[in-house]
């Protein structure tokens, strides 16, 4: 596959995808600004690079959570890869399996967590329902699955204001299905009503009424770590470690939940400096490059999510297209390292980083 990078990557799947697909998965909420200013933020960011250092070799390895991974990256929750590639989240598994980067596996995948279990670690991210009988059995099916943390993500009580999603009536084409959820027999996400399918399905079942010390109530159900996804304040960081998270993502949901929020880089750059260290800090939301790579973990992160560029990957070649999406990374992830003066994940620093003047 003869990609330079990320975005010829975008360019080509956005000529693959049919119109459903593509609409969805490159959308944000309302006006969009928040998806655009988390890829801009890193633009904003400066590195004050150092040089007379011996990069003749590069370490970009790191350890997440007891597990070692090829390079602070991992592939973030999202939802139907079924609409990218007939090997849905198989495909994406096996990619982060062999490029020693870690898959979280959305609530809502195409595929079930029984049958991620024996291609690839994995996360497993929950949604919680209403009916707290079946988050649970969620809950101890990826755990019996083999996942080694839950993603609970927090952004979404309702869904975020998708407009495209609503006027082009998004839908789960009938031949998919939310392969967790599919003892259940939910309907909602294959009829549009007056919005989209997605829209339907988490205004009647996901539960809006989640707050802190639901997490107590997770751990009573599971020993796995707990990671927050979808914290920009610095106190709601402070909360969710308090309340026995092992960490957090700094999240906006890629812009698809409210707009006109904080970018995430600048959220993170609030939140690390109260963050206690003992406790993972993630983020995501518009890391497109190496240097943005460089700049989260100068910023504090101890690694980053990718979402979007993984769903380009998958629509251009499967597994091996997510491969290259994560190839490309590691190798921009490595240029930039060695451009400024570092050699491994522990040396690269605050130092770096300058706000772009006026
Ligand atoms: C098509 C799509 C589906 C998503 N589905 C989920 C999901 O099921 N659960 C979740 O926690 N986040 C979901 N997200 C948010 C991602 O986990 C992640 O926060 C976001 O995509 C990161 O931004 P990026 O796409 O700019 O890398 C989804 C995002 C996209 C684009």
């Known amino acids: 596959m003869k990609f330079q990078n990320l975005q010829e990557i975008k360019s080509k799947a956005l000529t693959i ?11 944000g909420a309302c006006d969009e600004v928040t998806l655009s200013a988390n890829q801009m933020a890193y633009q904003n960011i400066e590195l004050l690079f150092r ?10 390895s ?3 959570l007891g597990t070692r991974l090829s390079m602070p990256v991992l592939i973030a929750p999202t939802a139907f890869h079924g609409l990218a590639h007939q090997d849905k989240e198989l495909a994406t598994a096996r990619a982060a399996k062999k490029r020693g ?3 979280i596996n959305s609530t809502l995948s195409n595929t079930a967590v029984e049958d991620i279990g024996p291609i690839a670690p994995f996360w497993f991210q929950l949604y919680v329902y209403r009916d707290r009988v079946l988050t649970k ?10 996942a080694t943390a839950v993603v609970l993500t927090v952004d979404a009580p309702v869904l975020g204001l998708r407009e495209t999603d609503s006027r082009k009536s998004f839908v789960l084409p009938s031949h998919l299905t939310c392969a967790n959820l599919e003892s259940y027999n939910f309907t909602e996400i294959y009829q549009a009503d007056d919005g989209s399918g997605l829209a339907n399905h988490v205004g009647k079942l996901h539960d809006a009424s989640l707050t802190w010390k639901d997490i107590e109530w997770m751990r009573s159900i599971s020993k796995l770590p707990i990671i927050v996804k979808g914290v920009v304040h610095p106190e709601d960081a402070r909360i969710a470690t308090e309340s026995g998270a092992s960490g957090i993502v700094v999240s906006n949901h890629g812009g698809r939940q409210l707009d006109t929020s904080i970018s995430t880089i600048e959220a993170l750059q609030r939140i690390s400096q109260t963050f206690d260290s003992k406790h993972l800090l993630l983020v995501d939301g518009g890391i497109r490059r190496g240097t943005d790579i460089v700049k989260a973990l100068a910023a504090g992160a101890d690694a980053v999510l990718i979402g979007r560029p993984v769903l380009w990957g998958l629509t251009v070649g499967g597994q091996s297209g997510v491969e290259k999406v994560l190839e490309t990374l590691r190798k921009e992830f490595e240029n930039a ?7 491994s994940i522990d040396k690269i620093s605050k130092d770096l980083l300058v706000k772009k003047a006026g």
């Open 101 to 103: 980067c870690l898959f």
């Open 17 to 27: 995808l049919d119109d459903n697909a593509r609409n969805y998965y490159c959308s």
């Open 137 to 146: 059995e969620l809950i101890e099916r990826a755990e019996a699955a083999g």
């Open 337 to 343: 390292m060695a451009l400024c003066g570092v050699t």
């Open 62 to 64: 790191v350890d997440i």
């Open 51 to 60: 040089v007379m250092v011996d990069v003749s070799r590069i370490d970009t």
